[in-house]
């Protein structure tokens, strides 16, 4: 299975600061198709997760672009340019290359 | 706009089995690849299985193969999960989970599962 490391674990900012997320796989998440399956996610408490990134760097309809995700091979970030108070929850990154799909460990983000 | 509703979640003992209900609309559900994800108590999801476009496709994870089953009715837009022989580390929110890791991923609301005797 791919191993998903994410860090850090706990991020705490100040609103209008930046943040950054790595998350490092055992193993390229290039597909054949030239995509790169990297994925992540923002679990706010008491929603369900929804998707924020996909494909690496494209980030899904609705999402702000303050937020943004860049990578190749095993290393990925996601950067927030700047945080607001809406930002607050559990951000996973996840592969999406080969079953089992794969999370990493989750970064919880709280406001200063 | 995409609606995904769980159902059929509940307290089950050990031993037993349950049967889980997707609802989708707002989508052309036989378009896409389906999946389960479950999330147990101040964890982190974990992926549980995936069904591709006609159900002729599915994956399992290693905890869920031989026991779980997914399926799907494309004329009732409508996705299972069937669970035999639970255990209480089964014990989770189940999350049905369309076009994941795609444009068009959503997750549904979730349904508890309680593995308690």
């Known amino acids: 299975d791919i191993v998903m490391t994410q860090s850090p674990l706990s991020l705490s900012v100040t609103p209008g600061e930046p943040a950054s997320i790595s998350c490092k796989s055992t193993?390229?998440?290039?597909?054949?198709?030239?995509?790169?399956?990297m994925t992540w996610y923002l679990h706010r408490p008491g929603q369900s997760p929804h998707l924020l990134i996909y494909?690496?760097?494209n980030r899904a309809s609705g999402v702000p672009d303050r937020f943004s995700g860049s990578g190749s091979g095993t290393d990925f970030t996601l950067k927030i340019s700047k945080v607001e108070a809406e930002d607050v929850g559990i951000y996973y990154c996840?592969?999406?290359?080969?079953?089992?799909?794969?999370f990493g460990q989750g970064t919880k983000l709280e406001i200063k | 706009e995409v609606h995904l509703v769980e159902a059929g979640g509940g307290l089950v003992q050990p031993g037993r089995s349950l049967r889980l209900s997707c609802a989708a609309s707002?989508?052309?559900?036989?378009?896409?690849?389906f999946h389960w994800v479950r999330q147990a108590p101040g964890k982190g999801p974990v992926w549980v299985a995936r069904?591709?476009?006609?159900?002729?496709?599915?994956n399992y994870a290693d905890f869920a193969q031989g026991r779980f089953s997914i399926s799907r009715d494309n004329a009732r837009n409508t996705l299972h999960l069937e669970m035999n022989s639970l255990r209480a580390e089964d014990t989770a929110v189940y999350f049905c989970?369309?076009?994941?890791?795609?444009?068009?991923?959503?997750w549904g609301q979730g349904t508890l599962v309680t593995v308690s005797s």
């Open positions: 989970v369309v076009d994941m890791s795609g444009a068009r991923d959503r």
């Open positions: 193993q390229s998440l290039l597909h054949s198709n030239g995509n790169t399956r």
């Open positions: 069904i591709n476009e006609d159900g002729g496709i599915t």
């Open positions: 494909l690496t760097s």
């Open positions: 707002g989508l052309s559900f036989s378009n896409y690849w």
């Open positions: 996840m592969q999406g290359l080969q079953t089992p799909y794969t």
